[in-house]
T-cell receptor
């Protein structure tokens, strides 16, 4: 157990639907990062939050949004889902700057049918 | 933007032998961190080793060591005395530390990965 909790572990949904992925960071970590891992795109950085504020943005689609709440947990919202959104979505956390490395959760496997 | 290249899609090694995974990166920054992560079949991402660009000494963690060549922008991972449990996808990653790089600060830029196969 890495200390980073992601729920649900698996999600199957239909095209056009909306889902919410949840992440609880490791205790004491202020930064949360979201990554998408697909077969053809590798690990793609989506977005970072630090203590409730958006800090960095990557290749995140407009259909996707995220936030970090006062208790530091984070949610990634994916809407108008397409088949190509099927992927493993990772959440990671770090103390502050992340220079010690990130601690990853076990991921949410999203399948869009 | 920084790019990380892992040119070996797959490497095979026999138990107890040594394997070296290559990683090159492109950056104009002078200070940064480099990481190797391991992703076994469980899909969990596990930090193997990290290296700060300003430290000339190569990092070592038990059977894992790196060869960091800053001028060549090369960061290879050596796995010694390979074990069956080392079988996994290995990712090299770059992390900027310069706050001016606002589009990439905080972000780990990953390479495409190298699959390590360990044979008995």
């Amino acid at each position: 157990d890495s200390g980073v909790t992601q729920t649900p572990k698996h999600l199957i949904t239909a095209t056009g639907q909306r889902v919410t992925l949840r992440c609880s960071p490791r205790s004491g970590d202020l930064s949360v990062y979201w990554y998408q891992q697909s077969l053809d795109q590798g690990l793609q950085f989506l977005i970072q939050y630090y203590n409730g504020e958006e800090r960095a943005k990557g290749n995140i689609l407009e259909r996707f949004s995220a936030q970090q709440f006062p208790d530091l947990h984070s949610e990634l919202n994916l809407s108008s889902l397409e088949l190509g959104d099927s992927a493993l979505y990772f959440c990671a956390s770090s103390r502050s700057t992340g220079l010690d490395g990130y601690t990853f959760g076990s991921g949410t496997r999203l399948t869009v049918v | 933007a920084q790019t990380v290249t892992q040119s070996q899609p797959e490497m095979s090694v026999q138990e107890a032998e040594t394997v070296t995974l290559s990683c090159t990166y492109d950056t104009s920054e002078s200070d940064y961190y480099l990481f190797w992560y391991k992703q076994p079949p469980s899909r969990q991402m596990i930090l193997v080793i990290r290296q700060e660009a300003y430290k000339q000494q190569n990092a070592t963690e038990n059977r894992f060591s790196v060869n960091f060549q800053k001028a060549a922008k090369s960061f290879s991972l050596k796995i010694s005395d390979s074990q069956l449990g080392d079988a996994a996808m290995y990712f090299c990653a770059y992390r900027s530390v310069e706050r001016e790089a606002t589009d990439s600060w905080g972000k780990l830029q990953f390479g495409a990965g190298t699959q390590v196969v360990v044979t008995p």
